[in-house]
């Protein structure tokens, strides 16, 4: 994928931007078809994916559970993002909305938690082979967090807290009381 194909998909395929879910299952495509990507390519997937799924869809500026579905459906396999683009994309997403439903969050968070105890996802090897929560796994919980707070003030569900729990957060054990959730 170089800079002369992303101008073709901007000038002649995706001439309004991405306008249907169906457009973003194409572009979903090109990005897991091709293997060689210029610099460019990651800014444009994740600016065009973000401003179909977070300003375009209904409702526009925040994620539903319909949404936050569609999301995870077409980003993960089994539950867990293999590509660093995608995972961009999903922290890209939680950053920007201003309200997130917690299948969101706990999808987010689980990432973070497969990495650290199974050792599965692209998470697990941007994080390398380290025990226990490290600085980088702070940084993306903090950022789930703070989508949280934006969406709900301090509220966290019943499904967030054990997520937290089961990632060491809240007991400082990873997976302490997983087997219990």
Known sequence: MTTDDIGILREHVFVQGLASSQDAMILLAINGSCSEKCAEWHHYFIDSMTDFIVRTCYPQGAMDEWNADWLIAM??????????????????????????????????????????TEDVGIWAGLRGNRHGLQKADILLIARVMSAVARSRGSHLTARERRMLDQIGVLTGVPGDHAAAA
Not at 99 to 116: G, K, N, T, W
């Open 75 to 116: 980003i993960s396999t089994r539950g867990v993002v293999n590509s660093s683009i995608e995972l961009d994309l999903l922290f890209h997403i939680i950053d920007i909305s201003t309200q997130i439903p917690d299948s969101l969050s706990i999808f987010a968070l689980e990432q973070i938690r497969v990495a650290m």
